[in-house]
Nanobody, 122 residues
Framework: QVQLVESGGGLVQAGGSLRLSCAAS????????MGWYRQAPGKQRELQRE???????????NYADSVKGRFTISRDNAKNTVYLQMYSLQPEDTAVYYC????????????WGQGTQVTVSS
């Protein structure tokens, strides 16, 4: 089992910045890619979560077009922690941000954190 705990969300004005953190614990040795997804207001289903950014265990990153140039994902493998530095936040970035990790053994299992709220006021 893997537990993911997010932190760093909050309320910020448009143009501001926030840094999210996600710490993994438990059976972390086989975690491969980690990432951030978000769920906008009014979208309740897990399938409606939007990819924000992902990073593999060897540092390969992937970003949604909407956040390229504004958000940076990074990872500290020694601490089993992934970060999302967000700059130039806009009201449309308002969402619950979820951390996700894929653990690869004989099969792939996906774990989600509980989410952290990011609210950007105009």
């Amino acid at each position: 089992q893997v537990q993911l705990v997010e932190s760093g969300g909050g309320l910020v004005q448009a143009g501001g910045s926030l840094r999210l953190s996600c710490a993994a614990s438990g059976s972390t040795s086989s975690i491969r890619d980690m990432g951030w997804y978000r769920q906008a207001p009014g979208k309740q289903r897990e399938l409606q979560r939007e990819l924000v950014a992902t990073i593999t265990d060897n540092g390969v990153t992937n970003y949604a077009d909407s956040v390229k140039g504004r958000f940076t994902i990074s990872r500290d493998n020694a601490k089993n922690t992934v970060y999302l530095q967000m700059y130039s936040l806009q009201p449309e970035d308002t969402a619950v941000y979820y951390c996700r990790a894929n653990r690869v053994t004989a099969y792939i299992r996906t774990y989600w954190g509980q989410g952290t709220q990011v609210t950007v006021s105009s």
